[in-house]
């Protein structure tokens, strides 16, 4: 979906001025000429760029004053405003030409308010399927807000903080209205700032109080005559007309004819050098340097200036042939593999120096033999074991290859990756995002070439000339990535996280991705029938339990219906002397798990946890794989290397990782996963207490150390430390008390938390914790001197040199530098168990090819590997994965794989 961004320019320049006045150091060229709402203005519109790199993105500023449409109605309208300062006036000339030279759009209009040029575009962007962004936290706007078509974005946030979006329950947590009752709301309360009359008397507590009982404005105005005798009612009549006109005044427009629509909208196109210039007049010398490289690195947008970028197009083996030879003399290159619709490779993009690429349209999946004779072409210079060819995506280049066995080289240059190791907690590390971000420039996305929602137009619908300007500019963009990111890896000492784990893991997760994992839907067959019935059953049952209450038409996917039935009509609080859940932002009564969970004594609450968790598993999974399963009876996920901060690998499309295992129905899903050819078998590998295991190698604490390396229950072991009992004293309880503490330090567990997974008293869980630190030195000293350390340098390592910066460990806000401080604890723990997976499967992947045994990985799921060999291999095959994972580092005590194997992965994994 196109992610629009709408800013209200005039706006942002007041507080950014205002930012600055305030503190009294207002911001100044050496002339005098007043700069703080342009130098502010320049902070928030990066921080906005960087973080979201927008699709498209305008900029609105009020139009003329003197004849606003809202003042020819009132002129009393901000007629109590104080007059804007000349030194923020003298700016604007200043903010229009940042917002010009950054090759965004401006719109204003005569006697139009920036507010109702953004609420037209607004609405006509969210009409033609746009994700729309409305970059301001004003009240007025939230009028607009419509699910997930509009929403608002408060550019206050600080940079460290999540951004805050406000949606429709943002909307009713903060005023008790829904948006579509914002107008009413602003109508009935005023506002001062804007000299707005409102009904004297009416806040904004009372206003909502209203509509709750009434619904609207007009039948707030209806019922007031006849309410009870009051200074409210006498208000709302006395003051009807100035409900009327205030509710006039507060509306947003969304039909003004603009001079420009959705369709001319798209990203950022900076002119560098005209940005130079102006930031070296208002001595915004940082800013200056900054584009002045980019500038001579002739960075304009590539998207928007087709022109400046030769692209050649290649369709036929003769010019695949003829590039490959310009490849091959080339000292370097970037290659771009273009896929499409259900993962089929479009074309490829070869950029060789700047200024210049070639595309190469590939012919359909269906005329292999065509195809494989172009790729087949650039067979040598792809497979060259060199860092001198580089790419955004080097695993996408492994999918478009690897059907026809065509090998790509090891070392090959990934930018994605290498942002990532960079900085692992920004969201997106694309080739668009990076430009952005990097080099100052923008470039369109895919949706802008296939259009969206009902307009969108297939992959191979596109011109093969509109794509291959497309991927054209991205191979050229990455050319010029590659200096900077290179010498990001060096300047964060992250080279080695780089080139040994992430780089060698992309060929060992293109390999999993492409065998897949096979599905027996025989089994899924039966797990639906067996769901199906007790799902019935259960229906029934709640049915019967509801009693006398009609329950004929209960939808019990529906929380609103289900928290009604349960806290309104049954009154299953009462019933149980127990207060009632709170209700939701949007007045219904929460039902989510955890708050039914304290109900779940009740038979329908039971009965109803376990409907939803049956359900659960029947959508997500036993309906939903089917529909995944590929020609070849197998499912392919993806493994994203580039999302987790801590370095973990996740999974999607599907999400293989999250198949629960703690409950029986979730592990029989297991069932269905079997081995791909008969005589096979699947094999399951997992680590035994990894995380702990590395703990006890970090802090060095003897106590842990010598229950690892002498093969004790280290729980047991921890609980008769702590309470100085003999272990075979450690009654159950006392042990599940200790891993409780074992594991939970590591994610920042507290006296609270302690006591709620346990059930002890908070004196006694304090007691606990003070009793484990006391027995455990080393492991307290661990834990404080890495936080020490997260503080003074904003960032943690793991034992291979992963980083992990925290910027939030200095906010101000309590929550989240609480939030940090267990972040730098469990960071170095969890990120090393990450990389210790990753080296195994690197090693275990070589090791295998290298003993040409036919077992292949086909998961990673946490610390486990799940394999399939063929059985007459079964003992060997074993003894590699032993091998592979037990040594993939060197700790100060054992690491333990358990190893089983069966005919599904339920039988493999016990």
């Known amino acids: 979906m196109v992610r629009t961004y709408l800013i209200d320019g005039t706006a942002l320049a007041y507080r950014a001025h205002f930012a600055f006045t305030a503190r009294g150091d207002g911001l100044t060229t050496a002339d005098g000429h007043p700069t703080s709402a342009t130098y502010g203005f320049i902070l928030s519109l990066r921080a906005l760029l960087q973080k979201e790199s927008p699709d498209c993105i305008a900029v609105a500023f009020d139009g003329p004053t003197e004849h606003l449409e809202r003042t020819e109605l009132f002129p009393e309208y901000?007629?109590?405003?104080?007059?804007?300062?000349?030194?923020?006036?003298?700016?604007?000339?200043?903010?229009?030409?940042?917002?010009?030279?950054?090759?965004?759009?401006?719109?204003?209009?005569?006697?139009?308010?920036a507010d109702d040029v953004i609420g037209t575009l607004a609405r006509r962007c969210a009409e033609k399927g746009h994700e729309v962004f409305v970059v301001t936290a004003d009240k007025d706007f939230m009028q607009l807000v419509d699910d997930d078509k509009i929403r608002l974005y408060d550019l206050r946030t600080k940079a460290n903080e999540p951004t805050r979006i406000i949606g429709p329950d943002e909307v009713f947590e903060k005023f008790g209205v829904k948006p579509e009752q914002m107008m009413d709301l602003l109508a009935l309360m005023g506002d001062t700032s804007d000299n707005i009359p409102g009904v004297a008397g009416v806040g904004p507590k009372t206003a909502a109080k209203l509509l709750s009982e009434h619904g609207t404005l007009d039948a707030v105005l209806a019922a007031a005559p006849s309410m009870k005798k009051s200074k409210l009612r006498d208000n709302l009549i006395e003051n009807e007309s100035n409900a009327r006109l205030s509710h006039e005044l507060v509306r947003i427009r969304t039909d003004l004819d603009l001079p420009i629509g959705p369709d001319d909208l798209g990203p950022p196109n900076p002119d560098a050098g005209r940005l130079v210039e102006l930031f070296q007049r208002l001595e915004f010398r940082r800013y200056a340097e900054e584009f002045a490289k980019l500038a001579d690195e002739g960075s304009a947008v590539v998207s928007s200036d087709r022109e400046s970028l030769d692209v050649r197009t290649v369709t036929t083996v003769e010019g695949c042939n003829a590039l490959a030879r310009r490849l091959r003399e080339a000292r370097s290159f970037v290659v771009e593999a273009i896929h499409g619709d259900d993962h089929d490779v479009l074309g490829l993009?070869?950029?060789?120096?700047?200024?210049?690429?070639?595309?190469?349209?590939?012919?359909?999946?269906?005329?292999?033999?065509?195809?494989?004779?172009?790729?087949?072409?650039?067979?040598?210079?792809?497979?060259?074991?060199?860092?001198?060819?580089?790419?955004?995506?080097?695993k996408a280049v492994w999918h478009a290859f690897l059907?026809?066995?065509?090998?790509?080289?090891?070392?090959?240059?990934?930018?994605?990756?290498?942002?990532?190791?960079?900085?692992?907690?920004?969201?997106?590390?694309?080739?668009?995002?990076?430009?952005?971000?990097?080099?100052?420039?923008?470039l369109e996305g895919f949706e802008q070439l296939t259009g969206t929602a009902r307009n969108r137009r297939a992959a191979r619908d596109i011109p093969i000339d509109e794509l291959s300007v497309w991927a054209g500019a991205r191979a050229e963009t990455v050319l010029r990535l590659r200096e900077h990111l290179e010498r990001e890896l060096k300047e964060n000492e992250v080279e080695s996280v780089y080139h040994d784990i992430e780089l060698p893991l992309v060929p060992v997760l293109a390999d999993m991705e492409s065998r897949g994992i096979t599905v027996s839907t025989d089994v899924l067959d039966e797990l639906r029938e067996d769901f199906s019935k007790r799902l019935k059953n259960l229906e029934t049952e709640i049915h019967h339990l509801a009693g006398d209450h009609?329950?004929?038409?209960?939808?019990?996917?529906?929380?609103?219906?289900?928290?009604?039935?349960?806290?309104?009509?049954?009154?299953?609080?009462?019933?149980?002397?127990?207060?009632?859940?709170?209700?939701?932002?949007?007045?219904?009564?929460?039902?989510?798990?955890?708050?039914?969970?304290?109900?779940?004594?009740?038979?329908?609450?039971?009965?109803?946890?376990?409907?939803?968790?049956?359900?659960?598993?029947?959508?997500?999974?036993?309906?939903?794989?089917?529909?995944?399963?590929?020609?070849?009876?197998?499912?392919?996920?993806?493994?994203?290397?580039?999302?987790?901060?801590?370095?973990?690998?996740?999974?999607?499309?599907?999400?293989?990782?999250?198949?629960p295992i703690r409950t029986e129905d979730g592990r029989q899903l297991r069932r269905a996963f079997v081995a791909?050819?008969?005589?096979?078998?699947?094999?399951?590998?997992?680590?035994?207490?990894?995380?702990?295991?590395?703990?006890?190698?970090?802090?060095?604490?003897?106590?842990?150390?010598?229950?690892?390396?002498?093969?004790?229950?280290?729980?047991?072991?921890?609980?008769?430390?702590?309470?100085?009992?003999?272990?075979?004293?450690?009654?159950t309880t006392l042990r599940s008390h200790a891993k409780v503490v074992n594991y939970g330090l590591v994610y920042g567990m507290g006296v609270s938390r302690l006591a709620n997974e346990t059930g002890m008293s908070q004196v006694d869980a304090k007691k606990f914790i003070d009793a484990y630190f006391r027995a455990m030195p080393k492991v307290k000293g661990w834990l404080d001197g890495t936080l020490q350390s997260a503080r003074a340098s904003g960032e943690v390592r793991t034992l291979f040199g992963r980083r992990r910066p925290i910027p939030e460990i200095h906010s101000d806000a309590a929550r989240l530098r609480v939030g940090a401080e267990n972040v730098a604890v469990n960071s170095p723990i969890q990120g090393t168990a990450a990389d210790i997976v990753k080296r195994a499967m690197i090693a275990l992947h070589a090791e295998l090819r290298r003993r040409e045994l036919a077992g292949r990985m086909l998961l990673q799921v946490h610390d486990e590997l799940v394999l399939e060999c063929p059985e007459v291999e079964l003992e060997e095959t074993i003894d590699v994965i032993r091998s592979c994972m037990e040594g993939a580092a060197e700790l100060s005590v054992p690491l333990d794989v358990d190893v089983g194997h069966g005919k599904s992965w339920l039988d493999a994994h016990g």
Not at 576 to 601: E, H, V, Y
Request: with cysteine; hydrophobic share 40%; aromatic share 6%.
């Open 78 to 113: 901000k007629a109590t405003r104080e007059k804007a300062p000349d030194e923020l006036l003298m700016q604007f000339d200043d903010v229009r030409n940042v917002v010009e030279g950054f090759g965004i759009p401006i719109i204003e209009m005569k006697g139009q308010e």
């Open 349 to 394: 993009a070869f950029s060789i120096r700047e200024g210049q690429a070639f595309y190469v349209a590939l012919p359909r999946q269906e005329q292999r033999s065509d195809l494989a004779a172009m790729l087949t072409c650039f067979r040598e210079p792809i497979a060259a074991d060199t860092d001198a060819v580089a790419s955004s995506d080097l």
């Open 403 to 442: 059907p026809f066995d065509i090998r790509v080289g090891n070392g090959i240059f990934d930018a994605k990756l290498a942002s990532y190791c960079v900085a692992p907690g920004i969201r997106r590390h694309d080739v668009r995002s990076l430009a952005l971000s990097a080099l100052g420039r923008g």
């Open 550 to 659: 009609d329950t004929a038409d209960l939808n019990l996917a529906s929380p609103q219906q289900v928290g009604d039935l349960l806290f309104s009509q049954l009154e299953i609080a009462k019933q149980l002397g127990r207060r009632a859940p709170k209700r939701t932002k949007t007045g219904q009564w929460a039902t989510d798990a955890a708050t039914l969970d304290r109900f779940g004594d009740h038979e329908i609450v039971a009965a109803i946890l376990e409907w939803r968790r049956l359900s659960k598993l029947m959508g997500t999974y036993v309906d939903a794989l089917p529909k995944l399963i590929g020609s070849d009876g197998r499912i392919h996920t993806s493994f994203n290397q580039t999302v987790a901060a801590t370095g973990r690998l996740s999974s999607e499309d599907p999400n293989l990782q999250n198949i």
């Open 676 to 731: 791909g050819e008969p005589g096979w078998v699947v094999v399951s590998a997992d680590y035994s207490q990894i995380e702990l295991r590395i703990l006890a190698h970090l802090s060095g604490d003897e106590n842990l150390r010598k229950g690892f390396a002498e093969g004790e229950d280290v729980h047991r072991r921890t609980a008769s430390i702590v309470f100085g009992v003999l272990p075979q004293a450690v009654d």
